[in-house]
């Protein structure tokens, strides 16, 4: 039995301890055992040349967010939903322009919070590349996605005067690029058991297993697929699966009042452009049902042309510029990683042609 | 800081390596103290000062109260400590819902009125240390015990940071005479420190978070009903989210300290093995309930003014026991639910000899069984986020929903169920024994296989250092 002593009220209390025999032995065992489990794990994700993988977790936007506060006030912001994370290439936008954005875009969501948020900053007067992905930019204000940015948001205040966000960020950051051993949720157990047991997903079930290693997010807010992914066809059906789950919830509510959103854009698009800033609206490929979806549910000339014909801003449609028009979505909402590049550059060129201004 | 996050590792080698350093034992207080302050401040630096206004407020009334001589300025020293460390909980917790309802009350009413946005900020964990330290006072004013003579030893057993956010809520008995003697972890102590420290740490970021919260997730955050067996498995995956997630930061707690050579009570028991919801108070949030029952409950008049009494003092205790968990009226209807509970078991055990009752085989464990599926069902009103929501599970669960979603994949549903039949199946078989126990039965080789296990898990699941369901209250 465990050495038990008496917890009454003014006894002195001291837990019990159970009389484990070689506890330095299990001690050391444990530490050893653990960290050869670990090599193995490293060992196996290095000679599969497994790229350093962040999980989207606000608080990697909310560091892209501090970082345009220090950043130069003409500085180039892209911000929207995935499409422009999969999409624009920061590194292939600054090889062609020698100005490296900054990507604020966030999954599943409007961009509106975060043009707010720049608007309100008096310091900014930068280039803001506004994605617009109807089923998210202009969906009802109760629609779930609203909630996402919300959320970063609300980290962007707490965080900011955090000492554990601004010391566990760096440690995080060097041991993520030390150790591909560590990058969940590629090598979390309950993945790899997922894979193992390969039970049949119900039908419509969120959200469809997809296996490690198909596409990287990086701390930059940048995402790619791997090169393999999207040539399996089997799992960007997968993923197609996945979009048919969404679009079928956005019709339960409906779409955005238009009249107040656009009032809130023009507001707010006005107050960066009087500071001598500009946005301009991109309206990203998208491809197969996703794209007959939106193209039912949220008719370019209502939503998209509407709101650049309101805000007064340049709008960019892929349908209205031949070199970008027949770009293909393999699962129908995002580029794979090459056409991805070269999209970024001929976005640029678009760009140029309008007399965007690049550089600073 | 959180204990699933690299700061923390960082910090807690740091803190461990001078703890063990041949320094003066009142050098080893400062620097824990200081180390305490560093902890609540990664959060959130500005809500350290008021952790001090709670220190330098109930130091000195307590001292206070135990010079006076006259029960009207004891009455109103400890009137000055309740209003001071319940005015700032009520301000930064309540503040909000308290505007919401007045406002909404008077609209109700016919006048137009909006009330200017507070954007409150909740400091973490003040429910906690506002409880720990109000026992202190109260047992002074009731003279249970002399105040403490050292400021150190009090702003430490204030502040100590292994249990400071979530509990246990520790007892001025149980911590400050620690502080008196060094204290240093002996080998055998950091060692079982350690392990609890990892199991507490496999409970909520592997169990909790890796695998239930994607339930829970699914099923109430879904957009509309969902199907019966959906709703089902979300709330009872909730049921065993938030014990994995409380009890292991728990776990964690204790296992911090013992590291350090303190030992923290128990804070958790087995709950879902429980035979009765009396029994389950008794082996759910321990440290809470038995506040509860010592500051609330019994000075209320506790069972001895009559039946009547009885109840109205069960049902207050648990109502209040019920929004001290969260700013939401759901947390006044949950914790309503469970003084019912106890109220009818009460009337019960009034008709049934429940003794003769429980010697019949299977009866224990079919109560266990039922007990957990009543508890289950409060949770509803904790983890939906609004009444809509609340209502929709409900219906949902009882197979009034109109096309209802299907959202838990096959293999959460396989994990979910894997999960609740092995935590019910431990609860049974541990239920009045403590973890010490089983160690103690355990061969050597099997505890090793065991901690190399959860510690491998539990470092390649990772995560974002998730909060703790119970940071927020």
Redesign the interface.
Known sequence: ??SSTS?S??Q????????????????A??VV??AI??GG?EYYARANSFPVMF?I?P?LWVTQWYKTERGPEDQTVIIGASRCKFGLVMDTWEQATEVRPTMLAWPGSPPHPTLHLLAERDDFRGLVICGIAPSFSFSHAAA?QHLYLKKNIEEM??LR?????H??TP??RF?KHQIR????PA????HV??EI?G?????????P?LPIYWMNHQENLQSVYLDFSAKDEELMNRVKALWSRIIE?QT??GVADMDSLLAAYVQDVQRIRQRGGQVVFIRHPSSGDFREFEEKYYPREKFFDRLCAETNCLGIHFEDYPEIADFECPEWSHLNSEDARSYTRRIIQILSSHQVKLKP | ??FN????V??FAIVLAIHNLPLKWKVKKIHLLVASY?FY??????FVILLWISTVVDWFAARAMSRAQQLGKRRLLLCFSLLANLGMLSYFKYGKLLTETFVQIINQVGIEYTAPTLDI?LPVGISFYTFQTLSYTIDVYLKRSQPESSFLDFALFVTFFPQLVAGPIVRP???I??FKTPRKAT???F??G?FLFSWGLFQKS?IAD??LSIVTG?TF?A??HVAVLDAWLGVLAFSAQIFFDFAGYSMCA?GIA?CLGF???NNFKSPYAAVGFSDFWKRWHISLSEWLRDYLYIPLGGNRKGRRRTYINLMLTMLLGGLWHGASWRFLIWGGVHGLYLVTERLLKKVVDTEKLMARPLVPFLGAIATFFCVSLTWVFFAAKDWEKCQQMFESLFGLAEEP???????HI??TILILVAMLICHWKVRDI?I??V??KTP?WL??AF??TI???T???????SAFIYFQF
């Not at chain 1, 090598?187 to 309950?190: D, I, K, L, Y």
């Not at chain 1, 039970?199 to 959200?207: C, F, K, N, S, W």
């Not at chain 2, 979603?405 to 293999?411: A, R, Y």
Request: aromatic share 12%; hydrophobic share 50%; no cysteine.
């Open positions: 039995m465990h917890n009220k003014r002195l209390y001291v837990r019990p301890l159970p009389v484990i025999k070689g506890y330095k032995k299990i001690l065992l444990t055992w653990t489990g670990i794990v999980e977790s608080d779930p205040k707490v005067y955090s000492l554990s966000y010391l566990g440690v995080r041991l051993a560590l990058n969940p090598f979390a157990p309950a058991l997922r047991v039970l049949q997903d119900r039908h419509g079930t969120l959200p297993f919830e339960v509510f | 800081m959180l996050s690299l700061a923390f960082v910090f560093v401040a990664a959060w959130n630096p500005p900020i008995h149980q911590l005479p620690q080998g055998q102590q060692a079982w350690l592997v890796g695998i699914d955050n957009m509309r204790i013992l030992s923290i009570p979603l299907l959202v838990v994949t096959s293999f396989f994990m403590e010490e126990d160690a103690d050597s505890f090793t901690w190399v510690l491998f898990v470092i390649m699941t990772g995560g974002s250092a």
